[in-house]
């Protein structure tokens, strides 16, 4: 059987800069644990990224997304290879890990930000697809009564997916208190329907209320 090798605590710290930066557009991230990245999506799905090698142990170029369960289908699992995100392909970026010390090769000719905006899409695609409309919600989901998914459609109509409790609040108040409006937002959250604040509808959010709008056609 042959040896598993892992990335250096150095080679990490410098894949850290993408995980974190993924973070920061998709909601749910938990944080690094040993040479696993960790995110939370509704349902009880977890997700874990992971450096990886195409070559040798000493080159990392390519991070591994996979989700704890099949429930996604399609997007249960994905690559992002750094060739694929090079301006060139006679050298592409890696991370160099070999003699105690880890550094970046080929950095300038990597688009990070490509990789970045690409996970951070397959996150949102994968909330999205497990509560797809021809897929139960799961237990864990909040059921929404009809002024719950009209805030919703306001939010997404009016306010570009922002979930304002202020404008929500004004448009909404002769129908619900600030103080539920803020207890549906905390709720939200913490189920990773709302991003953190500033507070927006996330893609699973929006494909529940559309699962219930199609179900009630």
């Known amino acids: 059987m042959p040896a598993i090798f892992y990335p250096s605590f150095q080679a990490l710290t410098l894949a850290d800069k993408i995980l ?3 973070a920061n ?5 938990v944080g690094r644990l040993g040479a696993y990245w960790y995110w939370r999506l509704p349902g009880g799905t977890m997700v874990t990224f992971r450096l990886d090698y195409t070559v040798t142990e000493e080159r990392w170029d390519v991070i591994r997304a996979a989700a704890t369960n099949a429930r996604a289908g399609l997007f249960n699992s994905a690559d992002f290879p750094f060739i694929a995100y090079a301006t060139t392909l006679s050298s592409p970026p890696y991370i160099h890990d070999m003699q105690g010390t880890a550094e970046w090769s080929n950095r300038l000719y990597f688009q990070m930000g490509q990789l970045i905006a690409d996970a951070a899409q397959w996150l949102q695609m994968l909330q999205a697809a497990i509560i797809a409309p021809h897929v139960a919600p799961p237990s864990s989901f909040p059921y929404l009564g009809p002024l719950e998914r009209e805030l919703v459609r306001y939010a997404l ?17 002769d129908r619900i208190s600030r103080r539920r409006l803020s207890q549906i937002a905390q709720e939200w959250e913490a189920l990773g329907l709302l991003t953190s604040r500033p507070r927006r509808v996330t893609y699973a959010l929006a494909a529940l209320i559309k699962a219930d709008d199609d179900s009630a056609d």
């Open 25 to 29: 557009r998709a909601p749910g991230f």
């Open 20 to 22: 974190e930066e993924i």
């Open 157 to 173: 109509q009016e306010m570009g997916g922002r979930f304002s409790l202020v404008r929500l609040h004004k448009a909404f108040g």
